[in-house]
Structures are given as C-alpha cells and as structure tokens.
C-alpha cells in the first residue's frame, strides 16, 4: 500500500509546523487590507519590498516565511 503524500498546497509554518498563517500584505495597505489586519487576518509588511521577501506569516509562533511557488515563470521562455 503506497501511502500518497497528500499534502496541501496551504503551506505550513517551516518553525513550528502550523497550517495557521496569514498573508503579508506590502505596500499601502488598503482600508479593507488594514481591517482585515485588525481582525488578525493578514499581515502589514509595510511600505518596504524586495525580492524573496516573506508571504506568510505564522499565527501561532509570528514566523515570516515564503511559500514555495511552482516556477512556472521558467516554463515560458521565448
Ligand atoms: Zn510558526
């Protein structure tokens, strides 16, 4: 019996292993953006970006992390 390795595509906390974590949201945040990080939805990363900066952060521990994206930019190269 080959036991598939059914694991989602929700990403995990890479620290401390939890599935509960929010978005970064960079940039201006919206007024809707800003509510929602009120409410603990998502997360403020503030005006500052740069490449490989975390998307997620971990609701559990505040680990920032980035999700591990499908490279599918490299698929079209012409
Ligand atoms: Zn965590």
């Known amino acids: ?14 620290s401390c292993g939890s ?4 978005r970064i949201v960079y940039g201006m945040p919206t007024e809707k953006a800003f509510e929602a990080a009120q409410r603990g939805e998502l997360a403020l990363g503030g005006c ?4 490989g900066k975390p998307s997620r952060e971990c609701c559990q521990c ?6 591990l994206r499908p490279a599918r930019r490299f698929a079209n190269s012409d």
């Open 1 to 14: 019996m080959a036991l598939a390795m059914r694991i989602p595509v929700q990403t995990a906390c890479p």
């Open 19 to 22: 599935r509960e974590s929010r």
């Open 48 to 51: 500052v970006t740069y490449p």
């Open 62 to 67: 505040g680990h920032h992390f980035s999700r």
